[in-house]
């Protein structure tokens, strides 16, 4: 079975960073595509960053210019670097990977728990 662990959550003040990473574990021979999500509290999970197997990014407007999404395919890993964070970048932030293979099977769609980040002075 196919995991997301999520790592690098935490409270920062406004104007600071942060760096996510968000491993999957499972006997993986390929990933498509990987990418974040956040969930602010009262609203709408929505998406914030994508990268695809051949790189290829994609950014919500709110942060465009200050997040940056990576990937480490030999680690299964996604990142995101979050700069210039802002007191409306707080949320938990969820990874999620599309299309895995593994040695055994394949899942379409993986999710990995959460970590919450906090963007206050």
């Known amino acids: 079975q196919v995991q997301l662990v999520e790592s690098g959550g935490g409270l920062v003040q406004p104007g600071g960073s942060l760096r996510l990473s968000c491993a999957a574990s499972?006997?993986?021979?390929?990933?498509?595509?990987m990418g974040w999500y956040r969930q602010a509290p009262g609203k709408q999970r929505e998406a914030v960053a994508s990268i695809s197997s051949g790189d290829t990014t994609n950014y919500a407007d709110s942060v465009k210019g200050r997040f940056t999404i990576s990937r480490d395919n030999a680690k299964n890993t996604v990142y995101l670097q979050m700069n210039s964070l802002k007191p409306e970048d707080t949320a938990v932030y969820y990874c999620y990977a599309v299309e895995v293979v593994t040695a055994h099977s394949s899942e379409y769609d993986v999710w990995g728990q959460g970590t919450q980040v906090t963007v206050s002075s």
């Open positions: 499972g006997m993986i021979v390929s990933i498509n595509a």
